[in-house]
Nanobody, 126 residues
């Protein structure tokens, strides 16, 4: 069993920055992929960024490339999502999720996750 806890959400003006954190606990974690997702009211869930623990490989959806940076601290089983140049359309509940077995990136990019966090609200507003 793995628990994921997100933090760092809040209210920010357009052009501002926020840093989200996702802490995984509960089991010994070796090789895994953690992904960040977001869901705005009335919209479908959207994958934002992913990172693989073994080699730090990352992946970003086009809408956040150049603005968001995902990073990991394996010793702390923590993944951060640094969000900069935030736009109104970035407003959403942000979730992290983890894949801990199988073909990690394949499962992650297809939305096949083992555990999910509860989410943290990010609101971009002037």
């Amino acid at each position: 069993q793995v628990q994921l806890v997100e933090s760092g959400g809040g209210l920010v003006r357009p052009g501002g920055s926020l840093r989200l954190s996702c802490v995984a606990s509960g089991s010994t974690l070796d090789n895994y992929v953690i992904g960040w997702f977001r869901q705005a009211p009335g919209k479908e869930r959207e994958g934002v960024s992913w990172i693989r623990s073994s080699d730090g490989a990352t992946y970003y959806v086009d809408s956040v490339k150049g603005r968001f940076t995902i990073s990991g601290d394996n010793a702390k089983n923590t993944v951060h999502l640094q969000m900069s140049s935030l736009k109104l359309e970035d407003t959403a509940v942000y979730y992290c999720a983890i894949v801990i077995s199988g073909r990690l990136f394949t499962r992650a990019l297809s939305g096949d996750y083992d555990y999910w966090g509860q989410g943290t609200q990010v609101t971009v507003s002037s």
